[in-house]
T-cell receptor, first 113, second 112 residues
Framework: NAGVTQTPKFQVLKTGQSMTLQCAQD?????MYWYRQDPGMGLRLIYY???????DKGEVPNGYNVSRLNKREFSLRLESAAPSQTSVYFC????????????FGNGTRLTVT | GENVEQHPSTLSVQEGDSAVIKCTYS??????FPWYKQELGKGPQLIID?????GEKKDQRIAVTLNKTAKHFSLHITETQPEDSAVYFC???????????FGTGTRLTIIP
């Protein structure tokens, strides 16, 4: 039982390049989330998917797109990377939306030069 | 929206002593308050949570207290051990995880 798996672990991009961060969970959870973590700013929600087939914006969605491919997989895409998107990205899942523990992956450290 | 402030940002305590981390929140409608522990190179992991109908909750060496009137909640770790060294995040929400607002984190270091 791997929990939440994120790939890649590290990535360096040049400004303007695109990439997709992958996330998969094997806990049969309904809800999935993408967060970014920046020094001194805690975790901020980028996008979430309450259930398969739905996605919604979080606190900081600009510059990102997401796809809930199926119940297991939720990907985050940067179409044209900017240095301000240098961050550590975490995917999480939960059984339901309300007051249910978030299960996080181990993160993707992204640097945009 | 909700605003969560967390203090201190760093905390060093001697092994065996207690550690206390405090958070305040702004939205009186918030009713769910989890605490997450993040070890180096890993994602955060839930260690304890409390809901607004409860004033205190304990789990072995960890306890959380909630004061709804003052809108603050605290994490207490007793008999600290080296493995307690990590970054701790508080959070608050009005029911939904999509509304979960995190504090800025406390780096706890246990000195052997």
């Amino acid at each position: 039982n791997a929990g939440v798996t994120q790939t890649p672990k590290f990535q360096v991009l040049k400004t303007g390049q695109s990439m997709t961060l992958q996330c998969a969970q094997d806990m049969n959870h309904n809800s999935m989330y993408w967060y970014r973590q920046d020094p001194g700013m805690g975790l901020r929600l980028i996008y979430y998917s309450a259930s398969e087939g739905t996605t919604d914006k979080g606190e900081v969605p600009n510059g990102y797109n997401v796809s809930r491919l199926n119940k297991r997989e939720f990907s985050l895409r940067l179409e044209s990377a900017a240095p301000s998107q240098t961050s550590v990205y975490f995917c999480a899942s939960s059984n339901r939306q309300g007051g249910s523990p978030l299960h996080f992956g181990n993160g993707t450290r992204l640097t945009v030069t | 929206g909700e605003n969560v402030e967390q203090h201190p940002s760093t905390l060093s305590v001697q092994e065996g002593d207690s550690a206390v981390i405090k958070c305040t929140y702004s939205d009186s409608a918030s009713n769910y308050f989890p605490w997450y522990k993040q070890e180096l190179g890993k994602g955060p992991q839930l260690i304890i949570d409390i809901r607004s109908n409860v004033g205190e909750k304990k789990d072995q060496r960890i306890a959380v207290t909630l004061n709804k009137t003052a809108k603050h909640f605290s994490l207490h770790i007793t008999e600290t051990q080296p493995e307690d060294s990590a970054v701790y995040f508080c959070a608050a929400s009005n029911f939904g995880n999509e509304k979960l607002t995190f504090g800025t984190g406390t780096r706890l270091t246990i000195i052997p």
